[in-house]
């Protein structure tokens, strides 16, 4: 549930090491920030999450959390939250960071997407612990999307390294407020001098694709409505209640 631990006995200076990136954090100050429950009458526990990396006028957003409700649904909120609905999740990550301030020990801990928050902030005191929203680098993506908004030419997203066909989809929904499902939609890349035309499968990356397009092509990403697509609609059966014979009956 935690890894990539670096300890630093200086309070000023943060570290995280792994082996993809590391980070320096400076303090951070207290500013105000509403509480926002995630669809429960009673939360069972206030998580404060500094959130700087999404928008600097708010240092945190404090949030009512089930001790189910993990990472992966922290920072989902956290998009929506903040109206950012075009930002890939795959873009951010969380850290705890726990001080003990008896001895000036600062430790930071990588969180993984299923880690649940409110279930380690209660491994610790109050006040002992806190949760920071991270951002890693992504790459840039082009992709044409008029099947999905009419008029609309091409969206340019950031998007992760690790972040699917589906996914990329699944983001282009959200921009458009669209309720359609990701399945009636599929990614090609096309090149119109070459004539060539290739569907993605779902769980292709794009920016691996991208990478392997020749320097100063004409290829391009462009979303198609899968015209084979149905409903997947589920069928009740009908409820069927079979009296069984009284003794009088069976008589």
Known sequence: MLKHVHRAKCADTLSIVSTASSFNHEPMSSRC?????????????TIKVYTKCLRSDLEYKTLGLAYTTTCSEVISILLNKYRMRHRDPNLFFMTMEINLRKIGLRTVFVLDNESCPAVLQS??????????????KGGLVKVYDGELMPGSKYKSLL?????TVD???KILLNCYNSKEQVEQFSLYELSKSEEYQRKLHHDDIPLNVQCCWPL???????IKRNPNYKSKQIKRKPFYCQLLPTEKNQR
């Open 33 to 45: 920030s509403s509480v926002t429950s995630l669809n429960i009458s009673n939360p069972v526990d």
């Open 216 to 222: 100063n092509s004409d290829y391009i990403f462009i």
């Open 159 to 163: 998007i992760s390294e690790r972040t």
């Open 123 to 136: 491994c610790h005191p109050r006040g002992e612990s806190r949760f920071c929203l991270q951002s890693k």
């Open 167 to 169: 996914e990329l989809i």
